[in-house]
């Protein structure tokens, strides 16, 4: 059980370059989500999906895109890399059950835009 | 629109010292709060997680929180820390209303434990 993957670690970008950071995870989570950290803001939100074929906005979405196939694997997509994209993007997953919702995180993927 | 104030961003303390990191949300509705803790070079993991019941709850590696509904306050605590606990602080809540299964975090806090 490997819990939440994500790939690449690092990645440096130039702008208005496209990539794609991949996020499996393997506990038959129904719920995905898609975060960045900046340095003193916590995390923010961008995407998030309650199961295939259903995603939705988070606080910042702008930017980015998302689909969901399968229950396992959620991507996001920069399609125009721009420096304010620099951030360290996590990915996480819960169960759908009644309570408490606790999510599962990835280990990170580091990306700068230069 | 639910929202989460960690009032300290940096904390140094001395080994053996008595912690208490502060976390304030903003959200009218019944809330399920949690405690992540992101040691250096590596990703979040859960401290602790409130739902309902007991207002204080214990977590991992000797680490609590008290819920005080009133104060719409869910403080970390830890009697005596070590160095191993240096790490980033977040605080986390859910507002169970909203129909949105995601986490509004607060902006974090930095604890560094000197031995």
């Known amino acids: 059980n490997a819990g939440v993957t994500q790939t690449p670690k690092f990645r440096i970008l130039k702008i208005g370059q496209s990539m794609t950071l991949q996020c499996t995870q393997d506990?038959?989570?129904?719920?995905m989500y898609w975060y960045r950290q900046d340095p003193g803001m916590g995390l923010k939100l961008i995407y998030y999906?309650?199961?295939?074929?259903?995603?939705d906005k988070g606080e910042v979405p702008n930017g980015y895109n998302v689909s969901r196939s399968t229950t396992e694997d959620f991507p996001l997509r920069l399609e125009l890399a721009a420096p304010s994209q620099t951030s360290v993007y996590f990915c996480?997953?819960?169960?759908?059950?009644?309570?408490?919702?606790?999510?599962?995180f990835g280990p990170g993927t580091r990306l700068t835009v230069t | 629109a639910q929202s989460v104030s960690q009032h300290n961003h940096h904390v140094i303390l001395s080994e053996a010292a008595s912690l208490e990191l502060g976390c304030n949300y903003s959200?009218?509705?019944?809330?399920?709060l949690f405690w992540y803790v992101q040691y250096p070079g590596q990703h979040l993991q859960l401290l602790l997680k409130?739902?309902?019941?007991?207002?204080l709850v214990k977590g991992i590696k000797g680490f609590e929180a008290e819920f005080i509904k009133s104060k719409f306050s869910f403080n970390l605590r830890k009697p005596s820390v070590q160095w191993s606990d240096t790490a980033e602080y977040f605080c986390a809540v859910l507002g169970m209303d909203t129909g949105r299964r995601a986490l509004t975090f607060g902006s974090g806090t930095r604890l560094q434990v000197q031995p």
């Open positions: 959200y009218g509705g019944t809330v399920n």
């Open positions: 409130y739902f309902s019941g007991d207002p």
């Open positions: 996480a997953s819960s169960y759908s059950g009644p309570s408490p919702y606790e999510q599962y």
């Open positions: 506990m038959n989570h129904n719920y």
């Open positions: 999906s309650v199961g295939a074929g259903i995603t």
